[in-house]
């Protein structure tokens, strides 16, 4: 059964740090995995998608690694602001659109 | 181009009660999943509807229904309501299976 843990759960860092964010996944046997966030009482946006093939992805300040065979990704965020406090979620896609999603972490930017 | 939109974003309902939630995918969008999200069991994965058929199912009991019709819009039913189905019901589309999925704002359901 594949399980996805994110580390930490929760992190508060001051405004203009770089920070990383880590997913780790139990079944390399996925098709893509997807980085989200949640804003409180929201529904998800999606950040970026990466392939099961690519190596990473990269939107604006956000960047996206993968890594298939040590079952793990990070997202990497350049220059924090205090829009970027969310919970973000990692989920890897097992196929049929079945995401399996971390518990997520916590980002607190303060300004 | 209009977001996922579900209605009713909130509803109240009692225990043996039955609930039916709507979901609207993005116009071109033949995929729609449905995902509940829950402080203790996070975000799991409930069912998955392409082209009208349901493809892939998550380990929920059998009061968890679904369908999709041919303007792919979904509809999600709950029978015989107990307090643990108090959640976070979310709605995501995408344009074909692989491909990035969008979310919808969720409706949030409360059991009495």
């Known amino acids: 059964k594949q399980e996805v843990t994110q580390i930490p759960a929760a992190l508060s860092v001051p405004e203009g740090e770089n920070l990383v964010l880590n997913c780790s996944f139990t079944d390399s046997a996925i098709y893509n995995l997807q980085w989200f966030r949640q804003d409180p009482g929201k529904g998800l946006t999606s950040l970026l998608l990466i392939q099961s093939s690519q190596r990473e992805q990269t939107s604006g300040r956000l960047n996206a690694s993968l890594d298939k065979s040590s079952g793990r990704s990070t997202l990497y965020i350049a220059a924090s602001q205090p829009g970027d406090s969310a919970t973000y979620l990692c989920?890897?896609?097992?196929?049929?659109?079945?995401?399996?999603f971390g518990q997520g972490t916590r980002l607190t930017i303060n300004p | 181009k209009a977001g996922v939109t579900q209605t009713p974003r909130y509803l109240i309902k009692t225990r043996g009660q039955q609930v039916t939630l709507s979901c609207s995918p993005i116009?071109?969008?033949?995929?729609v999943s449905w995902y509940q999200q829950t402080p203790g069991q996070g975000l799991q994965f409930l069912f998955e509807y392409f082209s009208e058929t349901q493809r892939n199912k998550g380990n929920f009991p059998g009061r968890f229904s679904g369908r999709q019709f041919s303007n792919s819009r979904s509809e999600m039913n709950v029978s015989t309501l107990e307090l643990g189905d108090s959640a976070l019901y979310l709605c995501?589309?995408?344009?074909?299976?692989?491909?990035?999925?969008?979310f919808g704002p969720g409706t949030r359901l409360t059991v009495l």
């Open positions: 995501a589309s995408s344009l074909q299976p692989g491909r990035l999925q969008f």
């Open positions: 989920a890897v896609d097992e196929g049929a659109q079945k995401l399996v």
């Open positions: 116009s071109g969008h033949r995929s």
